[in-house]
């Protein structure tokens, strides 16, 4: 090769390309891959250039085993990117900046003193011929003023709003106890203190919300909240996460949402981050 190079009379820009050459080749060939920046490496598991619609199971497995906690694996639901407007994200593989929780249900086992608060509550109204043991499964997500509109129309009844909330609170703070954390889900939020940005973004109004979270030991995991009284439009609309990944200062594309309910989901889906159903995550606890 030196002695054509010489010959050609052109033997430095040659040799110049060819050490180009011997740098690309080596480069492209033994250089590692690419990673993302250690602290954010374990929470981004799972990310996919082409975000199927559910995708590992590893979401968090990495971070917690890190840190010595042993948590449930779980599933990822991606947010369909086909109809993102102009500058709400990329679809390549990015960093998750922020946990977004809903409470009850997903963050917290509510469910055995709402059934017993409502059951109560309802029969002092008349309205209990219409609630059973799944009616606040079937409407998981709603307000507590969507509820009770549904259960008076099923009921063919009009009652006081405020009698009857006034009553139910009553009621409710002596089967406070009831209330317990779903560990497999609290689990993340204290593994992932620290490393990731944590709001509670829930339906229920935020004296309940504060007071859930109190009882179980688990507000002080969390920056914000976004309760009812905090939008105008709930769940499934994208307002109440789009309203707590603002408050964090965070990208939505760089959200990931744990719920328990549809609604939820969609909300979560629709503000266009991801999502995860507890409800299919080992140690949930079953209805």
Same mark, same amino acid.
């Given at each position: ?73 779980? @599933?990822?639901? *991606?947010? !369909?990117?086909?109809?993102? %407007? #102009?500058?709400?994200? /990329?679809?390549?593989?990015?960093? $998750? ?60 009844? @009009?009652?006081? *709003?405020? !009698?009857?909330?006034?009553? %139910? #609170?009553?009621?409710? /703070?002596?089967?406070?106890?009831? $209330? ?108």
């Amino acid at each position: 090769r030196r002695q054509i190079l010489m010959k050609g009379g052109v033997q430095g820009p040659l040799l110049l390309l060819l050490l180009v050459i011997s740098v690309v080749e080596t480069f492209s060939f033994t250089s590692p891959p690419l990673s993302l920046p250690r602290r954010h490496s374990a929470l981004a598991c799972g990310l996919q250039k082409n975000r199927q619609p559910v995708v590992s199971r590893k979401g968090a497995g990495g971070v917690c085993a890190a840190m010595g906690v042993d948590v449930a694996e779980y @599933e990822i639901v *991606y947010p !369909d990117t086909a109809d993102q %407007k #102009e500058g709400a994200g /990329a679809t390549e593989v990015g960093e $998750v900046e922020a946990f977004l929780f809903d409470c009850d249900g997903t963050l917290v086992d509510s469910m055995p003193m709402w059934t017993e608060n409502w059951r109560h509550t309802s029969a002092l109204f008349g309205l209990d011929g219409s609630f059973h043991e799944g009616f606040l499964y079937e409407h998981a997500g709603k307000t507590i003023e969507e509820t009770l509109k549904i259960l008076c129309e099923a009921e063919g009844k @009009e009652v006081d *709003y405020t !009698d009857f909330f006034e009553a %139910k #609170e009553k009621h409710m /703070a002596d089967i406070y106890p009831l $209330v317990k954390e779903i560990t497999p889900v609290a689990d993340i939020a204290r593994a992932a203190e620290g490393n990731v940005r944590m709001a509670v973004v829930s339906s229920g109004p935020r004296y309940m919300v504060e007071a859930l979270l109190q009882q179980s030991h688990l507000d002080h995991l969390f920056e914000f909240m976004v309760c009812a009284e905090d939008v105008t439009r709930h769940k499934p609309h994208p307002e109440p996460y789009l309203k707590a990944a603002e408050m964090l200062g965070v990208s939505p594309v760089r959200c990931r949402v744990f719920e328990d309910a549809d609604a939820g989901m969609k909300s979560g889906n629709a503000a266009n981050m991801q999502t995860v159903d507890v409800r299919k995550m080992r140690g949930y606890p079953k209805a």
